[in-house]
């Protein structure tokens, strides 16, 4: 196998590099998406920065493009690339669920099946939830505005975890 890495089917030889493909693009754009979210960063730039070394564009009109740019690859990469060969291992049980009664947390203790799907279907859930409220229609009013703002510092403040989590793999 790639990496020292075979899989045990047929299914998972092709499903798993595509999930993982998209999964690593979501990790990638989850940490460029802080740097364009930052806002006391740019700030801090076009203060000093900017002054003193010629950027060459106007940041404060890319910035909030580029976030938007980055956040749809994520939703992108994170709930069609990674999620829909997810679905197939699941749905044709080339990955089963652990079938040890009510523990979903492993801790590092093998294969962790159950508090992948968990982690992967709050995550869909959250990032489905930020795509909607970021839609210009739902934000028009002031109570959808209220809406996309306080789902979007909650889901930021749920997500980043569960992305660590849903990351990790054998404990790892």
């Known amino acids: 196998g790639v990496g020292g890495w075979t899989a045990p089917n047929k299914i998972l030889a092709v499903t798993l590099p595509?999930?993982?493909?998209g999964g690593r693009l979501v990790t990638l754009n989850c940490?460029?998406?802080l740097?364009?979210?930052c806002k006391y960063l740019w700030t801090l730039?076009?203060?000093y920065v900017a002054p003193v070394v010629p950027i060459g564009f106007p940041f404060d009109h890319v910035m909030p493009?580029?976030?938007r740019y980055v956040a749809l690859t994520i939703i992108f990469s994170g709930c069609i690339i990674h999620t829909l060969p997810?679905?197939?291992n699941y749905s044709t049980r080339a990955i089963s669920i652990d079938h040890d009664g009510w523990r979903i947390w492993t801790f590092g203790d093998g294969f962790a099946t159950k508090q992948l799907l968990l982690t992967g279907t709050l995550l869909v859930v959250i990032f489905s939830t930020?795509?909607?409220?970021?839609?210009e229609g739902f934000r028009k009013t002031s109570a959808g505005f209220r809406w996309f703002w306080a789902l979007?510092?909650?889901?930021i403040a749920t997500a980043y975890p569960l992305l660590i989590i849903h990351g990790t793999c054998r404990g790892h």
Request: zero cysteines.
């Open 18 to 21: 595509i999930a993982r493909a």
């Open 31 to 33: 940490a460029i998406l």
């Open 35 to 37: 740097l364009t979210a």
């Open 45 to 47: 730039i076009r203060a």
């Open 65 to 67: 493009k580029y976030h």
């Open 86 to 88: 997810q679905i197939v």
């Open 130 to 135: 930020f795509f909607f409220t970021t839609l």
């Open 152 to 155: 979007h510092i909650s889901g």
